[in-house]
């Protein structure tokens, strides 16, 4: 009898996660490293956000919780979803968990059997297809490459769904291409979605708040109300607020799922961190305008990378319409030799080469189900994306 489980078998370890430690190790040897490598927004929480947990704790609000969230919080959840994206709900309809992640765990535990099948747009978010699995489910890998904007079409996705399918992820704006849908494009989906009432839809709008050139963030709730039923939109604090450590993500659905979440919570993390919690309610209710700005340095940040990445480098970068991410071609520059004679055979060849000899850490694109691409996070100051994009430049340039 073995120690570790089936379950624990079928996932594979984070990509994400594994090459940011690679980039940490190397940089504790004295390397210089630029790792953009992390989805995580380089700004400070909001100093009243700070001097909310700081009250929290000098209150004495640091006992258990409700399983599901501090009736605050939850009442702050339902007022956000109704004032940003015309969600007619209350806090009896809002379920608060540790982190975003922790959300669609619980989701997809709560409801998955052995045969049941789970259409994961391509590429995705490397933890989706690996919490399918670990539940004992099938992801079922719709691709929506470049040549449609990094965007799941209509047609692929009829041509995923079967009698086993139980739900669709849906990522927008997406990690790790930046991609955002618009509503026109949502309601395409949802008309296909009208026809499958066994799929259920598990939206993921962690970066709604960044979306640029002054277009609107929607949501398949908002788009097609006959969804709402069987549509579970999570969000959280994490990218909006810059409370990645914080762990609070949030998420509005139907209550029998909840329920059913709430169950599945009590018997793992309990409640999400009671200080956390307090800080969540600040950062939803207190002020919203410095989103504004911290949204214009980010597009300013997009738009440096991609003219950087696209200048005379053999990459084929297209501009993304929201998120912190830009997800480049390298396919031209497979099948050749690096300056340090590396071998590009594969994504996963450039991005380690790229490592090794300029310092900058970024994740390759196979992990995200795509090869021949890689993902760079441009949460980061100007300055290092400007050395960054030097030294990414120059490797290229060495390429042969």
Not at 346 to 364: I, K, R, S
Request: aromatic share 8%; glycine share 8%; with cysteine.
């Amino acid at each position: 009898m073995g120690l570790l489980s089936e379950a624990l078998g079928r996932v594979a370890p984070s990509a994400t996660v594994a090459i940011s430690q690679k980039a940490r190790v190397m940089a504790a040897e004295g390397r210089d490293i630029i790792a953009l490598s992390a989805g995580e927004p380089d700004f400070d929480t909001p100093e009243n956000v700070r001097d909310a947990a700081k009250r929290a704790m000098d209150e004495g609000k640091t006992r258990y919780t409700n399983v599901d969230g501090i009736a605050e919080l939850k009442e702050a959840v339902a007022a956000k979803f109704r004032r940003d994206n015309g969600l007619d709900v209350t806090a009896a309809d809002c379920f608060v968990g540790s982190g975003g992640k922790q959300i669609i765990f619980n989701a997809l535990l709560a409801t998955l059997n052995p045969g049941d099948e789970v259409v994961v747009p391509v590429p995705y978010w490397v933890s989706y297809p690996e919490i399918v699995r670990l539940c004992g489910a099938e992801p079922v890998f719709a691709v929506a490459d470049a040549s449609t904007g990094f965007k799941l079409t209509p047609d692929v996705l009829e041509a995923a769904i079967t009698p086993q399918t139980k739900w669709l992820i849906l990522n927008t704006p997406s990690n790790p291409t930046g991609a955002a849908y618009s509503a026109d494009e949502l309601k395409g989906l949802a008309d296909v979605l009208l026809r499958h009432p066994q799929v259920h839809i598990l939206t993921d709008d962690i970066y709604e708040v960044l979306v640029y050139d002054g277009k609107t963030f929607a949501t398949i709730a908002e788009v097609e109300p006959e969804l709402r039923a069987r549509t579970l939109t999570m969000n959280g604090v994490s990218k909006s607020h810059a409370m990645t450590g914080w762990r609070i993500g949030y998420c509005t659905g139907p209550r029998p799922l909840l329920a059913a979440m709430t169950k599945l919570q009590g018997q793992s993390t309990t409640n999400a961190s009671s200080i956390s919690q307090w800080a969540a309610v600040e950062a939803l209710n207190g002020p919203q305008d410095f989103l504004v700005e911290w949204r214009s340095v980010f597009q300013a940040r997009r738009d440096l990378v991609v003219a950087g990445l696209n200048a005379n480098t053999g990459l084929d970068c297209l501009t993304p319409e929201g998120a912190f991410y830009v997800f480049p071609s390298c396919q031209r520059l497979l099948g050749k030799t690096s300056a340090g004679g590396t071998r590009l055979v594969t994504d996963e060849d450039f991005v380690l080469a790229l490592l090794e000899e300029t310092g900058v850490a970024l994740v390759h694109g196979t992990a995200f189900g795509l090869p021949g691409h890689f993902r760079l996070s441009y949460a980061a100051s100007n300055a290092e994306l400007e050395e960054a994009v030097r030294r990414i430049q120059g490797f290229c340039a060495g390429i042969s």
